[in-house]
């Protein structure tokens, strides 16, 4: 059975700093893995989509990195803006089907 | 392209009503629709895989009878919660599967519903 756990939980970092979210997942037979942003009260957008035969994918600040064989995937964050706090979240999908499987989320908040 | 709206976004009602929320992908086809459920600060939990002209499939723990399904068309799949209650207060956010599209879903707005 599929598990997606992301850490840290949390994270409050000041104006400018580049950050690292990670995101572990237990079965390594995925074929994409997601990342999300989560504005509070809000749905989710999409920000980076990494296909199984990829090692990274990259939009505008953000870069995120794909390592199946130790189910693993980080998300990078550069010159951290407070328009960026919300709650990041990673999600994979069950094995064999379409189902994604979310993890835990960190909730960034970055202070101007 | 690749929309998926939600109606309403927000719903209010009393405990023993029904709620009737939709999910519509507007630019494109969906033969599956997911409904997820998100309680305050925890993630999102798969509730049921909505499959165009069939049977809903419900997650461990989701009572198909309280959470009805229907994927009528392409385009829209209803989740309608009967006799609601408060403890059903929840965050709920379908999502689409492009049919013969890339291995991923398209998220909808969420719908906030407060049972009193």
């Known amino acids: 059975k599929q598990e997606v756990t992301q850490i840290p939980a949390a994270l409050s970092v000041p104006e400018g700093e580049n950050l690292v979210l990670n995101c572990s997942f237990t079965d390594s037979a995925i074929y994409n893995l997601q990342w999300f942003r989560q504005d509070p009260g809000k749905g989710l957008t999409s920000l980076l989509l990494i296909q199984s035969s990829q090692r990274e994918q990259t939009s505008g600040r953000l870069n995120a990195s794909l390592d199946k064989s130790s189910g693993r995937s980080t998300l990078y964050i550069a010159a951290s803006q407070p328009g960026d706090s919300a709650t990041y979240l990673c999600a994979v999908p069950s094995s064999g089907t379409y189902k994604y499987i979310f993890g835990t989320g960190t909730r960034l908040k970055v202070l101007a | 392209g690749a929309v998926v709206s939600q109606h309403p976004s927000r719903v209010i009602c009393k405990s023993g009503t029904s709620v009737k929320i939709e999910c519509r992908s507007l630019?494109?086809?969906?033969?599956?629709m997911f409904w997820y459920r998100q309680f305050p600060k925890q993630s999102l939990m798969l509730m049921a895989t909505s499959n165009e002209g069939s049977k809903a499939t419900y997650e461990q723990g989701v009572e198909k009878d309280k959470f009805l399904i229907n994927h009528a068309s392409l385009t829209l799949s209803t989740l309608t919660v009967t006799s609601a209650h408060p403890e059903d207060s929840s965050f709920y956010i379908c999502?689409?599967?492009?049919?013969?599209?890339?291995?991923?879903?398209?998220f909808g707005p969420g719908t906030r519903l407060t049972v009193l």
């Open positions: 999502s689409a599967h492009l049919a013969g599209g890339p291995d991923t879903q398209y």
């Open positions: 630019d494109f086809q969906a033969t599956t």
